[in-house]
């Protein structure tokens, strides 16, 4: 997803004497030169403006005003040295509705950047717009949100903004924008419902949105925003929605209002927001505003000088630099206070540091311990020493934060990287224990079933997401040879074991109605037609649509498949015996205060007649999967064909 390009000129990283001789790379630095105010970027007024910018480096700089986002100059202002490297500027008069950028000296080289503070743009985001920002509240901004209990109550629903409503028979009126996220009563074919409608009835409880701040010009040109698709992950303006889904991205304060308003839509219609950050990259290391205003100062070095890529993204963004986790806490906390999201998605969390997210999580907590953080902790290469990562090694030292669990994923669908394996969906037994570690939450359960997470609260179970093969195309690659029958009824039961694991369950939009892309494995750049929700295909899939719903539902219902603690789940969790292609639990005694006496749990991945041995608890009743089920006598259960199948003993 790189769109960094190679640099055809050398850097200068300024000149030791207006640093007192610190080098940028030291330690030494952010003793020196961290600041710790909260008043950096632009501060209007009607009366003025305050500007401040942090640039050590420096020895001079500039605030340049323009009267368009594709005018010329109109004045240039030379800003003062402050403290701790800081740069002031207090401009008079009503500077509403112009644009601004900062320009400094660093040795012998000009940089001119936008505000990395900037809380408005121009189209493309090359210019920073000073702005009254009351101008942009939706009405009735900002609303109330939906009560969460606790992160173990929540479904997220996977969703890009521009994939909801795209589809031409989506019945949505403003197709590929904030706004669509706002429409009600939207029908597709048969009559389907189609939008937030079909979300809220699926019964989910939190959106998670692909990126919503604005990303690279070379990812998706505002002004032709058609042309290209992209799903956001060149992060250019980290404090700024994208202009792309506004309805005029030439209006700065348009597509903060809009985003706003989709916010606040999906709060009135009972969901929460998640807001998919990437912290842990630049678009472009060498042309983002904040390394041509500090170079050298954001980005993790290789010894030998080059950057740091463990991002494969070319660079990695030093989050342990006092003032790189200052930018990104402050850009944290920015969207959960202006915007009101419920929770972030940290991109890449495995190349961020340990401290960085812990400071996130500590401020988060000051402002509402509802809002909740969860990220990609995967084990990579990076200029960090390995004991500071976010990865799942260290999940230990980072309680409530949450990682997606990449091996439930492979165990239900089968390696990622290998087309041909089948999972345990597809018949491979060998998965079997990685599912009984994503089943008991992710926790330490004993010594053979156990990940990463102290508490189940640590873990986001998963069968597929944005990236990668859709479940469907993945078993398309490894059982071509089966029926679509076949197909979809694997595909059920991987949903079916991710709604019933304890952790957090996470599906991917149209999950639901077994979304293709069309054997595109990687689609962040496909068109519309690879990646949008086709409600055609939804309206077909009526069965697995009502299913998934189902699902969501018996998960509600049952306290027992959402336990809070390690504890509890090694207390009421048993794993039974249970023959090969099979594997089944109990959740016993009330567990989590469920209604039930006793649950019993069999996901079975057998097309043949499989006969088990209930465990001598009571009288058992069927509850999910009646339809597979040939005899259930006393403690003989027989069951036919792939399927997840729950009984219950009631007092």
């Known amino acids: 997803?790189?769109?960094?390009?190679?640099?055809?000129?050398?850097?200068?990283?300024?000149?030791?004497?207006?640093?007192?001789?610190i080098s940028?790379?030291?330690?030494?630095?952010?003793?020196?030169f961290a600041y710790h105010g909260d008043d950096l970027g632009a501060a209007y007024s009607k009366e003025h403006t305050e500007f401040r910018l942090w640039a050590p480096t420096a020895s001079e700089a500039y605030t340049v005003l323009y009267d368009r986002w594709d005018s010329e100059p109109t004045c240039t202002l030379a800003m003062e040295r402050g403290e701790r490297g800081t740069w002031l500027l207090k401009a008079d008069g009503d500077l509403h509705g112009k644009y601004y950028t900062y320009k400094v000296l660093v040795g012998e080289q000009w940089n001119e950047a936008v505000d990395p503070y900037a809380r408005a743009v121009g189209v493309?985001?090359?210019?920073?717009?000073i702005a009254d920002f009351g101008r942009a509240d939706p009405e009735g901004w900002p609303g109330a949100k939906p009560p969460l209990e606790s992160p173990l109550d929540m479904v997220i629903y996977e969703l890009h903004v521009r994939d909801l409503s795209a589809h031409p028979e989506s019945g949505i009126v403003n197709k590929g924008m904030y706004l669509g996220l706002t429409e009600t009563g939207t029908q597709g074919p048969d009559g389907i419902k189609t939008g937030v409608?079909?979300?809220v009835d699926l019964g989910v409880t939190h959106v998670q949105l692909l990126p919503v701040y604005d990303y690279s010009t070379e990812s998706v040109d505002e002004t032709r925003p058609y042309e290209k698709y992209n799903w956001g992950y060149d992060p250019k303006n980290y404090n700024v929605p994208e202009g792309s889904y506004s309805s005029d991205p030439y209006d700065p304060l348009v597509r903060i209002r809009e985003l706003k308003a989709a916010v606040k839509a999906l709060h009135d219609r009972g969901l929460r927001v998640i807001m998919?950050?990437?912290?842990?990259?630049?678009?472009?290391?060498?042309?983002?505003?904040?390394?041509?205003?500090?170079?050298?100062?954001?980005?993790?070095?290789?010894?030998?000088?080059?950057?740091?890529?463990?991002?494969?993204?070319?660079?990695?963004?030093?989050?342990?630099?006092?003032?790189?986790?200052?930018?990104?806490v402050d850009s944290v906390l920015y969207w959960a206070r202006s915007y009101g999201f419920d929770g972030f998605r940290f991109d890449l969390m495995g190349l961020l540091d340990v401290g960085t997210m812990l400071e996130i999580r500590r401020r988060l907590d000051e402002l509402d311990p509802s809002i909740v953080t969860l990220g990609e902790g995967w084990d990579m290469e990076t200029e960090l020493p390995e004991a500071k990562r976010a990865n799942q090694h260290h999940a230990s030292s980072m309680p409530r934060i949450a990682h997606f669990n990449g091996y439930m994923r492979d165990a239900v669908k089968g390696g990622i990287f290998d087309p041909a394996s089948r999972g345990f969906i597809g018949g491979d037994d060998g998965m079997a224990q990685d599912i009984r570690k994503g089943a008991a939450g992710g926790i330490t359960y004993n010594n053979e079933i156990r990940l990463f997470a102290d508490e189940p609260d640590q873990t986001v179970n998963y069968a597929e997401c944005h990236d990668n093969y859709t479940m469907w195309d993945k078993l398309m690659l490894a059982a071509p040879w089966d029926s679509d029958d076949i197909r979809a009824r694997m595909h059920r039961l991987g949903s079916a074991i991710?709604?019933?694991?304890?952790?957090?369950?996470?599906?991917?939009?149209?999950q639901e109605f077994m979304r293709t892309k069309y054997g595109v494995e990687n689609s962040y750049i496909s068109p519309d037609s690879i990646n949008w929700m086709d409600w055609r295909r939804a309206a077909d899939r009526k069965h697995d649509v009502w299913y998934m719903k189902e699902l969501i539902a018996?998960?509600?219902?049952?306290?027992a498949f959402r336990l809070h603690t390690a504890r509890q789940i090694r207390d009421h969790l048993?794993?039974?015996?249970s023959p090969e292609r099979t594997l089944s639990f109990t959740l016993r005694n009330h567990a989590g205060g469920d209604p039930a006496k006793h649950l019993y749990v069999l996901y079975s991945a057998s097309e043949e007649q499989v006969d088990l041995e209930l465990p001598e608890l009571g009288d058992w009743q069927a509850v999910w999967g009646q339809s597979h089920i040939e005899r259930l006598e006393g403690t003989a259960l027989t069951i036919k064909g792939i399927a997840m199948i729950v009984l219950e003993i009631s007092e």
Do not use: W
């Open 24 to 32: 940028v790379f030291s330690e030494a630095f952010d003793t020196a």
């Open 124 to 129: 493309n985001g090359d210019k920073g717009y």
């Open 1 to 21: 997803m790189a769109v960094q390009r190679e640099i055809d000129y050398k850097i200068d990283y300024g000149n030791p004497e207006v640093t007192s001789g």
């Open 574 to 577: 048993v794993f039974e015996p």
């Open 498 to 510: 991710v709604l019933t694991a304890q952790g957090i369950p996470f599906i991917h939009a149209g």
């Open 197 to 199: 409608d079909h979300i």
């Open 554 to 559: 018996l998960r509600k219902m049952h306290p």
């Open 276 to 328: 998919d950050v990437v912290y842990n990259h630049f678009y472009d290391g060498y042309r983002m505003n904040l390394a041509k205003l500090v170079p050298g100062y954001y980005l993790r070095y290789k010894p030998d000088g080059t950057l740091s890529d463990g991002s494969h993204c070319g660079n990695d963004v030093a989050s342990e630099r006092a003032m790189s986790r200052k930018y990104i």
